[in-house]
Nanobody, 121 residues
Framework: QVQLAESGGGLVQAGGSLRLSCAAS????????MGWYRQAPGKQRELVAT???????NDADSVKGRFTVSRDNAKNAVYLQMNSLKPEDTAVYYC???????????????WGQGTQVTVSS
């Protein structure tokens, strides 16, 4: 089993910044793509930004130039630096990680519990 522990959400004014952190722990043999998704009230969960173990990024158009995803493979952690925040960025942000628990196992996807980000105008 794998757990993802998120931190760093909160309330910020428009134009401000926040940094989200997510650390994976448990039965981890290999970590693949890690990243962030978000879900606003009444909307579907959507991709924010992901980063492969080889450093390839995939960012949503709505956050390009404002958000930066990064990871520390030694710490099994992924981060999301959010700058120039807008009220429309308000959502619950979820960490996601793709994990193999052994050399002969398949990739499994795990989710964090979510952290609230609220941007006031």
């Amino acid at each position: 089993q794998v757990q993802l522990a998120e931190s760093g959400g909160g309330l910020v004014q428009a134009g401000g910044s926040l940094r989200l952190s997510c650390a994976a722990s448990g039965n981890i043999f290999s970590l693949g793509t890690m990243g962030w998704y978000r879900q606003a009230p009444g909307k579907q969960r959507e991709l924010v930004a992901t980063l492969t173990s080889g450093g390839i990024r995939n960012d949503a158009d709505s956050v390009k130039g404002r958000f930066t995803v990064s990871r520390d493979n030694a710490k099994n952690a992924v981060y999301l630096q959010m700058n120039s925040l807008k009220p429309e960025d308000t959502a619950v942000y979820y960490c996601q990680a793709n994990v193999r628990s052994g050399p002969a196992t398949v990739w499994e996807t795990y989710w964090g519990q979510g952290t609230q980000v609220t941007v006031s105008s």
